[in-house]
């Protein structure tokens, strides 16, 4: 089956300082992305459709500048949290639609982001 | 926004037992999914139900939609101890180009 790979799945970082997460499509070509956020105990929350070539569309309340996402091929996507605060620590999950009219989406394993 | 509400938000049952999982949501959907979450992981996908469809089974799990009532459920029959973990519908609603709306969950704790 079709495979979304994330990296790094741990990552701890000083507070202040930016991490970028990869999230990519092993083995088909995923013209759209989602980015998720998960609060341990919580459900995912969306924060941001990422479309390959073009700008991500974020959802209510996420703040674009602070959470930059990037889908410059058709096989990667990447979210990067700048300034990164400890309330910002949570488990992050990429997810990838196979094809541009399908309705298949593959969940990458989750990143786990620690900031201290 | 989340558009699902799941009930109960947390479920203990003994090993044997059928667990049942409701999930409510909002607007209008091209389907419904639901995903299994072991703690700290990443998901893992069960079932698709499309809109038109009422009722679909794998395995040991069973679910149900209510388009009028906007409504789902999941059953899973004869549980495992290793089927603890939390269960999540999710919500591609018509309009929203396949991005999914995940529900608060239900963590399901079967005990030997």
């Known amino acids: 089956g079709a495979v979304v790979s994330q990296h790094p799945s741990r990552v701890i970082c000083k507070s202040g300082t930016s991490v970028k997460i990869e999230c990519r499509s092993l083995?088909?070509?995923?013209?759209?992305m989602f980015w998720y956020r998960q609060f341990p105990k919580q459900s995912l929350m969306l924060m941001a459709t990422s479309n390959e070539g073009s700008k991500a569309t974020y959802e209510q309340g996420v703040e674009k500048d602070k959470f930059l996402i990037n889908h410059a091929s058709l096989t990667l996507s990447t979210l990067t949290v700048t300034s990164a605060h400890p309330e910002d620590s949570s488990f992050y999950i990429c997810?990838?639609?196979?094809?541009?009219?399908?309705?298949?989406?593959?969940f990458g394993e989750g990143s786990w982001l620690t900031v201290v | 926004s989340q558009q699902g509400e799941e009930d109960p938000q947390a479920l203990s049952i003994q090993e044997g037992e059928n667990a049942t999982m409701n999930c409510s949501y909002k607007?209008?959907?091209?389907?419904l999914q639901w995903y299994r979450q072991n703690s700290g992981r990443g998901l893992v996908h069960l079932i698709l139900?499309?809109?038109?469809?009422r009722e679909k089974h794998s395995g040991r799990l069973r679910v149900t939609l209510d388009t009028s009532k906007k409504s789902s459920s999941l059953l899973i029959t004869a549980s495992r101890a290793a089927d603890t973990a939390s269960y999540f519908c999710a919500t591609d609603f018509s309009g929203g180009y396949n991005k999914l709306i995940f529900g608060a969950g239900t963590r399901l704790a079967v005990h030997p």
């Open positions: 607007t209008s959907i091209n389907n």
């Open positions: 083995d088909f070509q995923a013209t759209t």
């Open positions: 997810s990838a639609k196979q094809g541009r009219s399908g309705n298949t989406i593959y």
């Open positions: 139900i499309r809109s038109n469809e």
